[in-house]
């Protein structure tokens, strides 16, 4: 499986960005997927879940109700929407996908890395 994310960039603090994670090499469907982030000098940390099926989300306190994950299972993709961004979501943000899901929020759950899109935030 191969996955590539885009859509970072510079935003000023309440913009929003969409960011998109095209997958291919196997039945997108079936994968489970997952958004991550790394600040400078900090450790990976879980963003959003999105079960293979849609059907389930999950979302790290420090975003929900600002991010929505969703996926286009025809498309191959998988977006985080991010609104009212905060200067502390600045990190570069990965994608990853899991055959099979046990823990979504760790890092080694997941089987698939994207190269990560940069995501910088002003105040």
């Known amino acids: 499986v191969q996955l590539q994310a885009s859509g970072g960039g510079l935003v000023q603090a309440g913009g929003s960005l969409r960011l998109s994670c095209a997958a291919s090499?196997?039945?997108?469907?079936?994968?489970?997927m997952g958004w991550f982030r790394q600040a400078p000098g900090k450790e990976r940390e879980f963003v959003a879940f999105?079960?293979?099926?849609?059907?389930?989300?999950y979302y790290a306190d420090s975003v929900k109700g600002r991010f929505t994950i969703s996926r286009d299972n025809a498309e191959n993709t998988v977006y985080l929407q991010m609104n009212s961004l905060k200067p502390e979501d600045t990190a570069v943000y990965y994608c990853?996908?899991?055959?099979?899901?046990?823990?979504?929020?760790?890092?080694?759950?997941?089987?698939?890395w994207g190269q990560g899109t940069e995501v910088t935030v002003s105040s």
């Open positions: 990853a996908a899991a055959l099979t899901i046990r823990v979504f929020r760790t890092t080694s759950s997941y089987d698939y």
């Open positions: 999105i079960s293979w099926s849609g059907g389930a989300t």
């Open positions: 090499g196997r039945t997108f469907s079936s994968l489970n």
